[in-house]
T-cell receptor, first 116, second 114 residues
């Protein structure tokens, strides 16, 4: 079974500073990678996804992520954060498990706290 | 298109009772998945339904069950509630059960068991 590791449980950063949220997954033949954001008292919203092709993926709200197969990583970045980016961010891996069915496995989440 | 809707949004139940949560997927989506989110265990997969058939099931006890109707709406049921069942239950819909399709999440139902 896949495992997803988000190395930082909390990341404090000042407004307009750059940020990187790290995500590593366990190796697999082919995986599909997602970053979701969760604002307080809300569900998850998709930020971006990697399915194939270019390893640099651009998403909504100025976020981007880079897929690195050799390092099994999919780190999320934003060059300049806003107060409104304060939220919890989840990295997720989707693949086919031994039952032949889809499984979406989430990391434990990183709480991004943007300070003025 | 309207997003995924979940009802009710908040629920308080007593230990030992049972509860039913409802999810209406995005129009045209045939896959519905359920997840449990708790501070201690994070996001955990409960089950996925596609065209009224359970496709996959997570590692939860048999007290957790679900079903999907012909209009793709889904319900999940938890019987004999325990304090540890207090959580945010998220429903997600997708046009396909293939792994390269994203899942669209609803706002969740927050269940509190006292």
């Amino acid at each position: 079974a896949q495992s997803v590791t988000q190395l930082d449980s909390q990341v404090p950063v000042f407004e307009e500073a750059p940020v990187e949220l790290r995500c590593n997954y366990s190796s697999s033949v082919s995986v599909y990678l997602f970053w979701y954001v969760q604002y307080p008292n809300q569900g998850l919203q998709l930020l971006l996804k990697y399915l194939s092709g270019s390893t640099l993926v651009k998403g909504i709200n100025g976020f981007e992520a880079e897929f690195n197969k050799s390092q099994t990583s999919f780190h999320l970045r934003k060059p300049s954060v806003h107060i409104s980016d304060t939220a919890e961010y989840f990295c997720a891996v989707s693949d086919i498990v031994d039952t032949g069915r889809r499984a979406l496995t989430f990391g434990s989440g990183t709480r991004l706290q943007v300070q003025p | 298109k309207a997003g995924v809707t979940q009802t009710p949004r908040y629920l308080i139940k007593t230990r030992g009772q049972q509860v039913t949560l409802s999810c209406s997927p995005i129009s045209g989506h045939r896959s519905v998945s359920w997840y449990q989110q708790t501070p201690g265990q994070g996001l955990q997969f409960l089950f996925e339904y596609f065209s009224e058939t359970q496709r996959n099931k997570g590692n939860f006890p048999g007290r957790f069950s679900g079903r999907q109707f012909s209009n793709s709406r889904s319900e999940m049921n938890v019987s004999t509630l325990e304090l540890g069942d207090s959580a945010l239950y998220l429903c997600a819909s997708s046009p396909s059960s293939a792994p390269n399709y994203e899942q669209y999440f609803g706002p969740g139902t927050r269940l509190t068991v006292t």
